[in-house]
């Protein structure tokens, strides 16, 4: 017997494929983070670069193709008036806009404030400032916050509350 796949079906796969696509790496930052601070501090801001890189290439791109594929599966399957569409609806505008109007800007100034601090340590040993501290540790709060706003997010989809 072959089975009959409908389009919403294959658009509900894309929505769910998004969502690792785009947040996926971020819950991995504690990890890079700890590693490359610990072993090598000197390429900390390289791993900056990347960072903000999969910021601007991957979450933001994939974020949009989650709130597409939302619209059409909310509307294919009339369920705008439930909790979990309301819900994922406010966490894609929080995370757009955190993403770049916070995330963003703060990337930009945590690479340039580690780059000084790298080049003001010559060939010595790197310590870095205030500042980096100050911009590691919001970024990351901000970041921890959006990452269970995901989960949240996942966790209600599924249960369709």
């Not at 910021?55 to 369920?79: D, E, F, N």
């Not at 501290?133 to 990351?140: M, P, S």
Request: glycine share 8%; net charge negative; proline share 2%.
């Amino acid at each position: 017997m072959i089975a009959t796949v409908e389009f919403f079906e294959v658009v509900l796969a894309v929505h769910i494929m998004a969502v690792v696509f785009a947040f996926g790496a971020t819950f991995a930052y504690p990890v890079l983070l700890g590693t490359v601070g610990k072993s090598d501090s000197r390429a900390l801001p390289a791993l900056y670069r990347a960072i903000h890189a999969i910021s601007v290439k991957v979450i933001m791109p994939g974020l949009a193709i989650v709130v597409i594929c939302g619209i059409y599966l909310a509307s294919k399957l009339h369920v705008w008036s439930e909790f979990y569409v309301q819900w994922g609806i406010a966490v894609a505008v929080v995370i757009g806009a955190v993403e770049g109007m916070f995330i963003s800007p703060n990337e930009k100034r945590l690479i340039e404030v580690a780059e000084k601090d790298l080049g003001a340590a010559g060939d010595g040993a790197v310590t870095f400032g205030a500042e980096h501290d100050t911009l590691v540790k919001r970024i990351g709060a901000v970041g921890a916050t959006m990452d269970l706003l995901v989960i949240l997010t996942i966790l209600f989809m599924a249960l369709k509350t």
